[in-house]
């Protein structure tokens, strides 16, 4: 059970603006964490796209928080990045029901579905902020 | 977010026999998910040493439910399988506080541990008789 390497460096990227209170070069972050420029541009690509990351250019640009960190949902980022929710197979949206035997008689979709409601649900209740404090 | 092949197979090897009430063999269960034997046996081994499953042998030897259905834990069984409950790399035990510089600063691991525990929660309060009926 784990969130994606990309989830992961949206979570950093994000504590990582909110702890310095000002804007930072992807160069900065990237480094900070160790890990390609590349890879992160993609990560910050898609929070700006979603207006959580503000882009400044020129030379004292760079990205800063786009909302209060009050605002930024954790469960909201996780479902943002998380690009395969299907916990296991039978969940992912393009696998018919005749893929499987045990079909029509099994409920583990439902049960799996039910936890992973909750496991957002809590995620909902915590902001950016309740992170950094 | 997923869960390790590993899971999805045990749960579903559970699940087939719970439907069909009698032993399997391997072979059986294998061919009926259209999985490689050898890769089914380490997942049985597993739940067998756990006593989820027992294991016969002879002709008309195979694997049986060791419980009945509703003694056995959907929670449980995917804790058993999950070898790796870190959702991300900060809640990896052998990872020392030492390798991120967003801490001590830094509640992400709080926040993405108690919404594990809501998930777990979740299915602790399913069993394997959930599923089947």
């Given amino acids: 059970m784990q969130l994606m390497h990309s989830t992961d460096i949206a979570l950093r990227t994000l504590i990582y603006l909110g702890q310095k209170q000002d804007s930072a070069t992807i160069q900065e972050v990237a480094d900070a964490f160790g890990i390609a420029k590349t890879h992160l541009m993609k990560v910050v690509m898609t929070l700006v796209a979603a207006n959580l990351l503000s882009s400044e ?5 760079g990205i800063r928080l786009a909302l209060d960190a009050k605002q930024i949902s954790v469960g909201e980022v996780i479902r943002l990045m998380e690009t395969n929710l299907a916990l296991v197979v039978c969940m992912k ?7 499987c035997p045990l079909l029509p008689r099994c409920r583990l979709k439902k049960v799996l579905s039910k936890a ?12 950016l902020a309740d992170i950094l404090n």
């Fill in 57 to 61: 250019r020129g030379r004292n640009g």
């Fill in 116 to 127: 992973q409601d909750a496991f957002f649900s809590s995620l909902n209740q915590s902001t």
């Fill in 93 to 99: 949206e393009d696998v018919g029901n005749d893929i």
